[in-house]
């Protein structure tokens, strides 16, 4: 009989995609169900991406691919890199891989010896965690306030450091809760960085483009470059481009630590699917009017999704910055009955009744590392994400 390998018995599956697929299933079965658990966008893939990958075809590129990448995309890559962070780095400090995950997975299994810490500042993005688990590394919590705008405090991170301390993760705009850092507050982390030198930042910015408010993403490479040979940045063409399942995610960092990712990637998955980074290096290096449209749109959605919670009684919402998500909380709910007499104990509870009696589907809050909050992807229609609201407002008012 089959039994899993103990790392893998007792890991879970990320909440994000174990919400969506339950949701899939109600939708298979005939339920009405509103999805707003995963974070991915409504949008079409742009046609730049469609022709890129074509002409790979077209020109015959479809034997295996360099384990780090097409030149032509790693080209694109740096260009990237240029255009929107002034970072001019040689083709060697890249690489892509399937998604920004496996980006991720690839430097932890690189770097993580048993017992190694890995500060990660919540709430964060479910996988951080998770991965850093798979290879005995022990994540260590910090937590973001909400009074701070969820943002990561200088001296929090200083308090975490240990002599064991492998890496930090700053995932900004983040996800779940929206927040961004500004300048000075990543000025006074690299102040602590620089005392701890054993220290390895992993920066995911992934939702780079997608800021709020005029807002614009600042990258810690941009303000620390002294740091460069411990900065690991991930990023990918998912979120901006709406190319979620193209699966390109890239990184830049320090070429030692590359090259030991890019080991790891041979033994993977032999590189990435050629088509695929077609369709990547045509967008990165193409206009970006596309993304801004879609920001456009986000942040119209943004508006009019927490002004609605905002209306809910004892809801609370905190205005994201950033990506696409509402994280609201619902204190005042825990330990009230739904509308058809379940218990709520935690965000657990809630979301699941959610599903269940309204169908619709959210993240609990506390798989990020936050309870008694759901995460609400707004990268859905407008009447999804009304009807959405409707229902919930429906139920929190039904709750007693
Ligand atoms: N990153 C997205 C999310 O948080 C996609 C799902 C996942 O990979 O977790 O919903």
Known sequence: MFRPASRIASLPS?????????????????????????????????????????????????????????????????????????????????????????IIFNAFMASIEAGDEVIVPAPYWVSYPL?????????????????????LKAEDLAKAITPRTRWLVLNFPNNPTGAIMERADLEALAEVLRKAPHVMIMSDEIYEHLTFSGKKHVSLAQIAPDL???????????????????????????????????????????????????????VLSGPMEGVEAMKR???????????????????????????????PGFT?????????????????????????????????????GKGSHLRLSFAASDEELAEACRRLERFVLGCS
């Open 332 to 368: 005042a709910l825990i330990g009230k009955k739904t509308p058809s007499g379940r218990m709520l104990d935690n965000d657990v509870d809630l979301a699941e009744a959610l599903l269940e009696e309204q169908h619709l589907a959210t993240v609990p809050g506390s798989s990020f």
């Open 131 to 151: 991965i850093v688990q798979m290879f005995g590394g022990c994540p260590v919590e910090v937590s973001c306030l909400e009074e701070n705008n969820f943002r």
């Open 14 to 102: 990320p909440a994000t995609i174990a919400m969506a697929a339950r949701a899939r299933e109600l939708k298979a079965e005939g339920k009405p169900v509103i999805s707003l658990a995963l974070g991915q966008p409504d949008f079409a893939s742009p046609e730049e991406a469609l022709e890129g990958a074509i002409e790979e075809v077209r020109d015959g590129h479809t034997g295996y691919p360099p384990l780090a990448g097409q030149k032509t995309l790693l080209e694109a890559v740096a260009y990237k890199f240029r255009r929107d962070n002034a970072l001019d780095v040689p083709l060697s400090r890249l690489m892509v891989a399937n998604g920004g995950k496996q």
């Open 228 to 282: 460069a040979d411990r900065i690991l940045i991930v990023n990918g063409v998912s979120k901006a481009y709406a190319m979620t399942g193209w699966r390109v995610g890239f990184a830049c960092g320090p070429e030692a630590l590359i090259k030991a990712m890019v080991k790891v990637q041979g033994n993977i998955s032999s590189g990435i699917c050629t088509l695929a980074q077609g369709g990547a290096r045509a």
């Open 297 to 327: 749109v986000y942040e119209e959605r943004r508006d009019r999704v927490v002004g609605f919670l905002r209306n809910i009684p004892g809801v609370s919402c905190a205005m994201p910055q950033g990506a696409f998500y509402a994280f």
